[in-house]
């Protein structure tokens, strides 16, 4: 049975050559097809092109077609860069933000992810496992097919495990497509305060080998920040992720620029995430290498940080990718639309540029740019289609208003007009 879409408006993000990421000014060019038709069988693109060759696709009776007139189909959002796994939310800081502390004093004081590693000890893998497959379900009616999702709300072997059991678990029962990365090096617990050393002792001797014996994590991820892991502690942490076979995908550069870039580029990371502060050498470090920058605009919207400078990083000639950052603290919403906004109200990215940062790019940024990203045959059958919108820049402009009508993951209709199917 195929799944057969027709009278598309236009098809976005179509393959027009095999290429893993954009990078600068080929950001600025989206390929689309107008009056479009785009088959699939079983979880795969098989063919797409104008109505005027859908004659040559053998229909039969057991077929199902969708009348797309009026509407967009893009491939799903890849949000590359998530914290879905956590126990509680923490609005009374975001009241005490809007009282005068910044996120930093906040920190100081407790709170922070040290706050959402309390919440998330005494949480059963049960617990945690239905409110992230909630938050999941949430994500793929808004049209996200592919999630990243970090550890690092534990801080500690037992809970650490815990997190990413339960991605492991999302990864077993979700149609979405989703990567785990290690991220036990997102701040110092409270005990380890003044022996910071002995917590990266603990995170290279026993996590990251227990991590790697039950194969939970693909990728390692390390907080490079003031107050949380120096350039040096971060190489050392990665070097042994590395030697457990975990790629290196970091947060850096959010508060301030203290040379995490370069490490990581030293460890061929695949992202460097954040970015917010951005010195000329670092975008300079970035340039020919195969790390992917990814910028965090609903971060910078909810902590009112300065906006990653996407613009100027395409201009020199690098590749972008956005992602939605969905955690606890800094970023209370997974939602990609949002993001795609955000990237051209407020960091001037075009509505073509925000696209290809949020699918092929975003792709690139998790390890899955092979199977998503774009319309290609053979690709995984991740599509959404809208309502009726004038064009796909109506997308990033009518910001905050759904216009997701239908999400298509493996090839199974998943949302529809509302409603899950699953
Ligand atoms: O990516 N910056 C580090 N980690 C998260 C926020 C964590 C939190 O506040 O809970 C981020 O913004
Ligand atoms: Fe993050």
Redesign the pocket.
């Known amino acids: 049975m195929k799944l057969i879409i027709q009278n598309i408006q236009e098809l976005i993000q179509t393959e027009s050559e095999k290429m893993d990421f954009k990078a600068g000014d080929k950001m600025s060019k989206l390929a689309t097809l107008k009056n479009a038709f785009l088959v699939i069988e079983e979880d795969r693109i098989l063919d797409f092109g104008p109505m005027s060759d859908l004659h040559q696709i053998n229909v039969s009776d057991q077929d199902q077609v969708i009348d797309a007139s009026g509407k967009l189909v893009f491939p799903t959002w890849c949000d590359s860069?998530t914290?879905l796994v956590?126990a509680a939310s923490?609005e009374s800081?975001f009241v005490d933000r809007i009282n005068g502390l910044s996120?930093e004093e906040i920190?100081q004081r407790g709170g922070?992810?040290l706050?959402?590693a309390k919440r998330l000890e005494s949480a059963s893998e049960d617990e945690l496992f239905e409110s992230a497959s909630k938050r999941l379900a949430e994500l793929i009616a808004l049209g996200t097919g592919a999630v990243e999702m970090?550890s690092?709300?534990g801080l500690s072997l037992e809970s650490e495990l815990k997190i990413l059991r339960v991605v492991k678990r999302l990864k077993a029962n979700s149609s979405a497509t989703i990567k785990a990365s290690f991220?036990g090096a997102?701040?110092f617990p409270g005990k380890y305060k003044s022996n910071k050393e002995l917590y990266i002792k603990e995170i290279i001797e026993e996590m990251i080998p227990a991590v790697q014996e039950e194969e939970l994590a693909d990728y390692i991820d390390v907080?490079c920040?003031t107050n949380?892991f120096s350039p040096e502690q971060m190489d050392e942490i990665l070097e042994a992720g590395i030697a457990a076979g975990l790629r290196p995908k970091v947060?850096v550069n959010?508060f301030n620029a203290i040379g995490g870039v370069q490490i990581a580029v030293k460890h061929n990371a695949l992202s460097v995430?954040?970015l917010e502060i951005m010195r000329p050498e670092d975008i300079y470090s970035l340039k020919g290498t195969s790390t992917m920058p990814t910028a965090?605009p609903s971060?910078s919207f909810f902590?009112g940080i300065p906006y990653a400078p996407g613009k100027e990083m395409i201009q020199a000639g690098l590749p972008l990718a956005i992602a939605s950052?969905y955690?606890?603290?800094?970023?209370p919403s997974g939602n990609m639309n949002f993001v795609v906004s955000l990237a051209c109200i407020r960091m001037g990215l075009t509505p073509e540029q925000a696209i290809n940062a949020s699918t092929i790019n975003s792709a690139y940024a998790m390890g899955v740019e092979k199977e998503l990203g774009t319309i290609a045959k053979g690709k995984k059958a991740n599509v959404f289609i809208t309502d009726e919108i004038p064009s796909y820049s109506y997308l990033p402009y009518s910001f905050g208003k759904p216009v997701i009508n239908t999400v298509i993951l493996n090839g199974k209709i998943v949302h529809q007009n509302g409603l899950p199917l699953m």
């Open positions: 860069h914290h956590y923490r800081e996120y920190a922070g992810i706050n959402s970090k690092g709300y991220l997102h701040a907080f920040e949380y947060h959010q995430d954040h965090l971060c902590l950052d955690n606890p603290g800094s970023t």
